[in-house]
């Protein structure tokens, strides 16, 4: 069981910048992916960026060129760096570990950080 720990949400002005990390319990094996969902109330859980082992990203269409995602194996980290902020970015933001290449049931969820945008 991997536990994930989110860090960096918070209450932010339309156009300014949060930065959210996560930390794994234990190490991210080359196969794990990785990356940031959110969501918001009565909402469906969608994707904002995932990024594989060797750096290979990918992002939703509205966050492109706004928001960016790293990870760092050694220490068993992800970040999304989230600049020009906007009231519809306002959401609890996941992290998750992805590592149904072991078992289908391996897909592993943070407890989520709240990210409000104000206008």
């Known amino acids: 069981q991997v536990q994930l720990v989110e860090s960096g949400g918070g209450l932010v002005q339309a156009g300014g910048s949060l930065r959210l990390s996560c930390a794994a319990s234990?190490?991210?094996?080359?196969?794990?992916?990785m990356g940031w969902y959110r969501q918001v109330p009565g909402g469906q859980r969608e994707l904002v960026a995932t990024?594989?082992?060797?750096?290979?990203?990918n992002y939703a269409d509205s966050v492109k060129g706004l928001f960016t995602i790293s990870r760092d194996n050694a220490k068993n980290t992800v970040t999304l760096q989230m600049n020009s902020l906007k009231p519809e970015d306002t959401a609890v933001y996941y992290c998750?570990?992805?590592?149904?290449?072991?078992?289908?049931?391996?897909?592993?969820w943070g407890q989520g950080t709240q990210v409000t945008v104000s206008s």
């Open positions: 234990s190490k991210i094996f080359s196969r794990d992916g």
């Open positions: 998750n570990l992805d590592r149904r290449w072991i078992s289908s049931a391996a897909n592993y």
């Open positions: 990024i594989t082992y060797d750096g290979r990203t």
